[in-house]
C-alpha cells in the first residue's frame, strides 16, 4: 500500500504565502510525477502543479509566477510554495503520485486526504 500524508495548509491573507507538503510512503518501488490538485465545493478538482521524476514542471495558468513545485525525491516528498495568494486559491488541496509499488506492477495513482487553504481578503 501507498499512502500519501499532506501538510501545511491553513488560514492566511491575500497576498501571503504558504508551503505544502506531501510525503509518499509505504510500498514504494517508484515515484513517477506528481502534483497538486485543488477543489472547491460544487467544483471539479482541477490541476495545479505537477512535476515529473525528471524535474519537469507543469502549473495551470492562474498559479504561474505565484506557485512553485519541487520534490525531494531521497524524501519522497514534494512541495508546493504558494506566494501572492489571491481568496481565489482558497480550496483543498490534493497531493498526487503516480507509484509505482514493485517491479511486477504498473504505476497507479494515489491521492492524499487534502488539506485545506483558505486565504481571506
Known amino acids: 500500500q501507498v499512502q500519501l500524508v499532506e501538510s501545511g495548509g491553513g488560514l492566511v491573507q491575500a497576498v501571503g504565502s504558504l508551503r505544502l507538503s506531501c510525503v509518499v510512503s509505504?510500498?514504494?518501488?517508484?515515484?513517477?510525477?506528481m502534483g497538486w490538485y485543488r477543489q472547491v465545493p460544487g467544483k471539479q478538482r482541477e490541476l495545479v502543479a505537477t512535476?515529473?521524476?525528471?524535474?519537469?514542471?507543469f502549473y495551470a495558468d492562474s498559479v504561474k509566477g505565484r506557485f512553485g513545485i519541487s520534490r525531494d525525491n531521497n524524501k519522497n516528498t514534494v512541495y508546493l510554495q504558494m506566494n501572492s495568494l489571491k481568496p481565489e486559491d482558497t480550496a483543498v488541496y490534493y497531493c498526487?503520485?503516480?507509484?509505482?509499488?514493485?517491479?511486477?506492477?504498473?504505476?497507479?495513482?494515489?491521492w492524499g486526504q487534502g488539506t485545506q487553504v483558505t486565504v481571506s481578503s
Open positions: 509505504g510500498s514504494i518501488f517508484r515515484i513517477n510525477r
Open positions: 498526487n503520485a503516480n507509484v509505482r509499488s514493485s517491479y511486477f506492477v504498473a504505476a497507479s495513482d494515489y
Open positions: 512535476m515529473t521524476s525528471g524535474g519537469s514542471t
